[in-house]
C-alpha cells in the first residue's frame, strides 16, 4: 500500500517540527498541541489517533494555517510542506496552497458545506480560483469529480443544495471538494464518525481508491482504531497534545508499547469473549489541569516514581527491539527508555 | 421460558406525518408518511438483554420510545409485566413507570443544567412519593456510590463533570426506582473509547447484581456482541433478523446482517476481509420499496422479491430472518 509516485529524493511532502499551538482560556494560554512532531511522504496514509481534545484536530489546523487567532496561536515549530514553511507564508501565499496543493475533509460535512450555494457553486468556486477555469469548465469538472466520487446522477445533484443531500451524500461531496484540485496532501478529520457503518466502508473504499488512482497523501484523523488498523500506513497515538506513540500499522498493532495505547486497544469489546472490558481508569485531564511527569500517569497502570519527574521524550527504539520491524518505532515511555534520558524541551532547568 | 416474558412487543407500528411535503397539500399531503417503525414484534424476559441494532433511521430509538409509552404507536401492543400498557388507565401506567426506566444516549442533554445532582437524582423519588426525605437523601449516595461517584457530587450542576461521569449520573437516576427494566439508548456512542468500557463495565454489573432487563439500543456492532446474548438487527422499521448473538454474529442469514457486519472495520491490520460493499443508500421511509425494502441494496436479491414482503422465519435454534431465500 505504500506506493505512489514517490519522488523520494525530495524529502517528505509534510514535515511539522515542534510544533506548538496554544489557546487562550480564561485560567491562562493552554497548549492544545505541545511540540509535535509529523511526517508524511507522498503517498503516505497516516493515521492520527487519539480521544476528544488530544490535540489531532488542531495539528490539522495548524498545519493549514487555520486555527482561529485569538484565541488560538501557533507559538512555536515549523511546517514544512514540499520543501518550504508555511507558517512564515503572508496570507495570500497560504491561500495559494490552502484547498490546492492541501485540502481538508471535515467530519460533519453540514456544517462544513455552505447551506445557500448549490454543490456545483462551492466545488467550482476552488477551480475557478486555484486553476482559472471558467464557469462552464468549472461546471464541466464539478460533474465529473461528483461522478468519481460515486455520486449518482452527478448532473442533477451539481444543482442541488446541502440540505438535499443525504449525510452520505454530503461527505461524499466535501471528498469531491477536497481533492477537486488534486492535492497533494488531504487532511480528513473523522471523516467517517458522523455516517453509518455501511456507508463508512463505501467512503474508505472510495478514499483507498482515491489514494490509489491520484497518489495523494493522506492523513485521516479518527479515534476507530479498526478504521486505522485498514487504512494507515504509520499510526501516531496522541494524548494531551502530545505523540506518545508513532509506529508502522503493523508494529503498532501487533506490540503496542505505550501503556495508553495498550489501554486503548485492550478497551475494546473482542469478539466472543465475556467478562469485563480492560477499562482505562479516570478521564482524560483539562489541559489547564495536566499532571507533572508524564500527562497519562494518573490513569497509568504502570506509573512508578520516575514518571512524576521530567516529562519522558518521545524516544526511537531502533531496529532489532522486537516491537519495531522498520526501525521507526517511537515511544513517549521510561518503561521503555531509561529515564536519564530527559526530554531537552520539556525538562526545563535540569534535575 | 415457560413464563410470559417481561417485556412483549406484538406488531409495534409508529407512522409519522412526513414533515417534507410542506408545499404539498391536500389528501396527497396526508397520506405521506414516515414509516419508522413498521410491524415490530420480540419480547424481553426478566434480566435479559436484547440488543436492538441497526444504522441510523431503521426505528431502533422509536421502538425503544414505544415500549415505554414515550410515544403513543400508530396499532400494535407492549404488554409490560402481563398488562397492555397502552390500555392501563393512567393511575397504574404511573405505577408501571416505576418499573420502567431509560437512559439517553447524549449525557449533557438529558440532564437539567439548572438542578444539582442531588436533585436531580431525588426527583424520581418525589414524584412517587417514596421514602421520607433522609430516606432519599440514604438512597441517593448508596446509588452513587454503586456507579462509582461519591457524596460530593450532590450540589454540584451536571457541565461540571466530563461526559463519562454525566452517564454514570444518568445511570444512578434510571436505578433509583429500582425498575425491572432499562432501555438504554446508545448508551455510550456519545463518549470517549477509554470511557466507553468503563460505562459499559458499570452497566453489566448493574444489570447482573440487580437482575435487570435491559433493551440495550446500539450501532456498535463489537459493543453489542459484547453487551447481549440475544439481538435483533432492524432495518427500515423491521426486525429482519433476531437471534442469539453468538449464532447471529457467527452465521447471519440475512444479507443486511452479514453486510451489516463485513462493513464493522476491525482494528486488526493483519485482517484483510473480503468484503462486499453495500450498493446506494438507505431508502426514504416515506417511499418503501415494494416486497422486501432490503432488495434495493441486496446483492442476492432476485425478481419475487419485488413481490413478496418476507416474514421472519425459522433458520436455526431461536434464530430468525426475513428473508425469501428461507422461504
Known sequence: MAEGPGTAA?????????????FATAKGPVAAVDHLDLTVDRGEVVGLVGESGCGKSVTALSVLRLVPDPPGRVEAGEVVFDGRDLLPLPEREIRAVRGRRISMIFQEPMTALNPVFTVATQIGESLRLHLGMSKAEALKKTVALLA??????????????????????RQRVMIAMAIACEPDLVFADEPTTALDVTIQAQILA????????????????????????????????????????????????????HPYTRGLLLSLPHAGEGGRLAAIPGAVPALTELPSGCKFRPRCPDAHAACEGPEPALVTLGAGHPGDHQGDHKVRCYLH????VADAATAGGGR | MAEAPLLEAVDLVKHFPAARGAFVFGRARAHRVVHAVDGVSFSVGAGEVLALVGESGCGKSTTGRL????????????????????????RRMKRLRREMQIIFQDPYASLNPRMRIGTILEEPLVVHRIGTPAERRERVSRL????????????????????????????????MLGPKLIVADEPVSSLDVSIQAQVINLVQDIQAEHGLAILFIAHDLNMVRHVARRVAVMYLGRIVETGPVEAVYRTPRHPYTKALLEAVPVPDPEHKRERHLLKGELPSPVDLPSGCRFRTRCPEAFDRCAQVDPKLVRVGPDHEAACLLYE
Open chain 1, 10 to 22: 525530495s524529502g517528505p511532502l509534510l514535515s511539522v517540527r515542534g510544533l506548538v499551538t496554544t
Open chain 1, 148 to 169: 468519481q466520487v460515486g455520486i449518482p446522477s452527478p448532473a442533477e445533484r451539481a444543482r442541488e443544495y446541502p440540505h438535499q443531500l443525504s449525510g452520505g451524500m
Open chain 1, 206 to 257: 472510495l478514499l483507498a481508491d482515491l489514494k490509489r488512482r491520484t497518489g495523494m497523501a493522506l492523513v485521516l484523523i479518527s479515534h476507530d482504531l479498526g478504521v486505522i488498523a485498514e487504512m494507515a500506513d504509520r499510526v501516531l497515538i496522541m494524548y494531551a497534545g502530545r505523540v506518545v506513540e508513532s509506529a508502522r500499522t503493523a508494529d503498532l498493532f501487533a506490540s503496542p508499547l
Open chain 1, 337 to 340: 527508555s531509561p529515564a536519564s
Open chain 2, 67 to 90: 415500549v415505554l409509552r414515550l410515544l403513543a404507536p400508530t396499532s400494535g401492543s407492549v404488554r409490560f409485566m402481563g398488562e397492555d400498557l397502552f390500555t392501563v388507565p393512567a
Open chain 2, 144 to 175: 452513587l456510590s454503586q456507579v462509582g461517584l461519591s457524596d460530593d457530587v450532590l450540589d454540584r450542576y451536571p457541565h461540571e463533570f466530563s461526559g463519562g461521569q454525566r452517564q454514570r449520573i444518568s445511570i444512578a437516576r434510571a436505578l
